[in-house]
């Protein structure tokens, strides 16, 4: 299986602040990486896909990057909803596996 | 709008099975994928397998080979996961998860999740 690991295990950032959400895959996964956002009590939600594509419907201060085992998601400007734990998932091969999160506090 | 719709949550002792569904609207069920994912308290979450809602085949990962089983029901859009020989550490919010129609393993609407708790 493909470990994912996340850095920082969490972080607190002021309201406009530049965000960098750390991911590293333990074997090489290209661009195979996808980053969700979580909030308490609800399923997670699909921001990034393919390590740098926005998914539709998510604001622009997302952004990620990378290819092969070092990838980032960058918030470029903090907002108070962007309060949540953030997970990248590898979609290389089976099993999918997740990091661990970075929980996000405002 | 895509809606994956779950049933609720349960309370099992250990040892017991479980059978858990979720019913998709709003897009054609047959032409998708679903994955079953779920998260165990404070952790990230963990992909258990795939089931291909046309044909109805499936691929578990290996960690629940033998104790989960993956169906569908296309006259109703309803996929169900059973988790059988359940323990405590089973005990988890059971999400499921559409896959992205272009690419695989990517995960584009989800389940509201149902949590299952395995106590004697």
């Known amino acids: 299986d493909i470990q994912m690991t996340q850095s920082p295990s969490s972080l607190s950032a002021s309201v406009g602040d530049r965000v960098t959400l750390t991911c590293r895959a333990g074997h090489p996964i290209t661009t195979h990486l996808n980053w969700y956002q979580q909030k308490p009590g609800k399923a997670p939600n699909l921001l990034i896909y393919?390590?740098?594509s926005l998914q539709s419907g998510v604001p622009s201060r997302f952004s990620g990057s990378g290819s092969g085992t070092h990838f980032t998601l960058i918030i470029s400007s903090l907002q108070p909803e962007d309060s949540a734990t953030y997970y990248c998932q590898q979609s290389y091969n089976t099993p999918y596996t997740f990091g661990q999160g970075t929980k996000v506090e405002i | 709008q895509v809606q994956l719709v779950q049933s609720g949550g349960e309370v099992k002792k250990p040892g017991a099975s479980v059978k858990v569904s979720c019913k998709a609207s709003g897009y054609t069920f047959t032409s998708y994928y679903l994955h079953w994912v779920r998260q165990a308290p404070g952790q990230g979450p963990e992909w258990m397998g795939i089931i291909n809602s046309s044909g109805g085949g499936t691929s578990y990962a290996q960690k629940f080979q033998g104790r989960v089983t993956m169906t569908r029901d296309t006259s109703t859009s309803t996929v169900y996961m059973e988790l059988t020989r359940l323990r405590s550490d089973d005990t988890a919010v059971y999400y499921c998860?559409?896959?992205?129609?272009?690419?695989?393993?990517?995960?584009?609407?989800w389940g509201q999740g149902t949590l299952v708790t395995v106590s004697s």
């Open positions: 998860a559409r896959e992205d129609g272009a690419v695989a393993g990517i995960f584009d609407f």
């Open positions: 393919a390590a740098s």
